[in-house]
């Protein structure tokens, strides 16, 4: 442990630039993902497609492969991302991640979806209300509650997986803060025990903050 | 006729797989009429409630509400059933809103009412149906009885030109049973286009201007109430109306 606490700020830093990692992708896989939901169980047979598409390649690929496609593959067919602070990794990290975890999001989405009774869309419709309106006004604050637990482990995992991204070149984040000390001379124990530990005090009170959000939404009704 | 019937179906066929569950229907149901289905249960009476507002999608045939044919999914189908009301068997009031954001859901979100133009209109139906009290509660806080009156005003809410209702009473508890079909007589009277999918004979022939008897995806009799039940023309009729009216 001298590791964390000699060099307790590269921990702070590394820890804050993880959770900026992760809150940009947390956000970007929530609305891909419930967009990808939406898609796949519109009426529109094309954007089903999208959707059963989307989920197929992206649940289906190794996440370091998808990372490489989208730092090294899309630059090469002229999607060029901004850099973040110099750093040219930071948004293909965000944006692999986010497509990554976005197929995982949708499923979970849809799975709370399929959990209302098929009564609530029918009345819904019937009423005159389009199937955006449905889906918004009707269904999905209802599937919200049982699709709180199964979005919290995609974040979790997804908090996890943003190593990765650390690991192929967002310096700054915290999985590469084991590199650097690594390479100043602290053994891979108390770096990566630092580390570790760092990582909990992200996913264990995200864990924290998901069964207060469950047990509020519970109550409503 | 002169103009053209609130609800025309013309030879319309369904089927669920293997199963024929709509055979050749022709229906006419004219502005302020109420019609009855009857028959026996799997006779079909329920899918062709659904059909009206395409709930039910039907393999060939028009089907035609206020002289408009039923438009493929999409806006035009939205904007149609909007002026169709529906009454479930199983109330479906939205479970995560109270009485009173069930009713007001549709009229703010389809027709942009205001909100507080919504809420007036909105209690005053649910004073009409006799819950007004209630209109701060969730559906699961309500009996039967009250989730079903508190379902036809959500759907009076619209302004319907005409009213579905699929066996709304049947999931009912008997004492529970009339409260509604007082609503749905007082309905009636004040002359509102109904087809009404029951088992309850005394609504038919207090209420309706027609009895339907489905039997087999078919429509076997088309007749007023009193012929229909003081003489059946058919046999499938006799023996269902012998079923349930001797026991």
């Known amino acids: 442990m001298d590791a964390l606490i000699a060099e307790f700020p590269r921990f702070v830093s590394g820890f804050l630039g993880t959770l900026r990692l992760c809150l940009f992708a947390a956000i970007g896989a929530l609305l891909l993902g419930t967009l990808l939901a939406a898609f796949r169980v519109s009426?529109?047979?094309?954007?089903?497609?999208?959707?059963?598409?989307?989920?197929?390649?992206?649940?289906n690929s190794p996440l370091v492969v998808v990372l490489f496609l989208f730092a090294f593959g899309l630059p090469q067919v002229g999607v060029v991302f901004p850099t973040f602070g110099g750093n040219a990794f930071f948004w293909?990290?965000?944006?692999?991640?986010?497509?990554?975890?976005?197929?995982?999001?949708?499923?979970?989405?849809?799975?709370?979806?399929n959990s209302v009774p098929a009564g609530q869309a029918e009345a819904a419709r019937a009423v005159g209300l389009t199937f955006q309106q449905t889906l918004g006004a009707v269904v999905l604050p209802q599937a919200l509650r049982t699709?709180?637990?199964?979005?919290?482990s995609v974040m979790i995992a997804m908090i996890k997986n943003s190593a990765i991204v650390g690991a192929f070149g967002v310096t700054g984040e915290l999985f590469s803060v084991d590199g650097a000390l690594t390479a100043a001379g602290y053994s891979a124990l108390s770096s990566l025990g630092g580390v570790a530990i760092a990582y909990l005090a992200i996913t264990i009170p995200a864990g924290i903050g998901l069964g207060w959000l469950e047990r509020k939404i519970e109550v409503k009704r | 006729m002169t103009e053209a019937p609130m609800i025309r179906m013309v030879s319309v066929d369904k089927h669920f797989g293997e199963l024929h569950v709509l055979r050749d229907i022709n229906?006419?149901?004219?502005?302020?009429?109420?019609?009855v289905v009857l028959g026996p249960s799997g006779s079909g009476k329920s899918t062709l409630c659904r059909t009206i507002n395409r709930l039910e999608p039907v393999?060939?045939?028009?089907?035609?509400?206020?002289?408009?044919?039923?438009?493929?999914?999409?806006?035009?189908?939205?904007?149609?059933?909007?002026?169709?009301?529906?009454?479930?068997q199983s109330f479906n009031l939205f479970a995560h809103k109270t009485i009173?954001?069930?009713?007001?859901?549709?009229?703010?979100?389809?027709?942009?009412t205001s909100k507080a133009d919504a809420e007036k209109a909105g209690?005053?139906?649910?004073?009409?149906?006799?819950?007004?009290?209630?209109?701060?509660?969730?559906?699961?806080?309500?009996?039967?009885?009250?989730?079903?009156?508190?379902?036809?005003?959500?759907?009076?809410?619209?302004?319907?030109?005409?009213?579905?209702?699929?066996e709304p009473t049947s999931a009912l508890d008997p004492e529970m049973v009339n409260e509604v079909l007082d609503?749905?007589?007082?309905?009636?009277?004040?002359?509102?286009?109904?087809?009404?999918?029951?088992?309850?004979?005394?609504?038919?022939?207090?209420?309706?201007?027609?009895?339907?008897?489905?039997?087999?995806?078919?429509?076997?009799?088309?007749?007023d109430p009193e012929a229909f039940f003081t003489a059946p023309r058919s046999d499938r009729a006799k023996d269902f109306l012998g079923k349930i009216l001797t026991h």
């Open chain 1, 43 to 59: 009426p529109v047979p094309p954007l089903r497609w999208v959707g059963t598409s989307w989920v197929t390649v992206f649940r």
């Open chain 1, 92 to 113: 293909p990290g965000v944006a692999g991640l986010s497509a990554y975890t976005a197929a995982f999001v949708c499923e979970a989405v849809r799975s709370g979806i």
């Open chain 1, 147 to 152: 699709v709180v637990p199964p979005l919290g």
């Open chain 2, 27 to 35: 229906l006419e149901v004219a502005a302020g009429q109420v019609v």
């Open chain 2, 59 to 88: 393999d060939s045939g028009t089907i035609e509400v206020d002289g408009q044919r039923l438009p493929e999914e999409g806006k035009a189908l939205a904007g149609l059933r909007a002026d169709v009301g529906m009454v479930f």
């Open chain 2, 100 to 112: 009173l954001q069930n009713v007001t859901l549709a009229p703010m979100k389809v027709r942009r």
């Open chain 2, 123 to 166: 209690i005053a139906l649910l004073e009409r149906v006799g819950i007004a009290n209630q209109r701060d509660k969730y559906p699961a806080q309500l009996s039967g009885g009250q989730q079903q009156r508190a379902a036809i005003a959500r759907a009076l809410a619209m302004k319907p030109k005409v009213m579905l209702f699929d």
């Open chain 2, 183 to 223: 609503v749905m007589t007082t309905l009636a009277k004040e002359g509102m286009t109904m087809l009404v999918v029951t088992h309850e004979m005394g609504f038919a022939r207090r209420a309706a201007n027609r009895v339907v008897f489905m039997s087999d995806g078919e429509i076997v009799e088309d007749a």
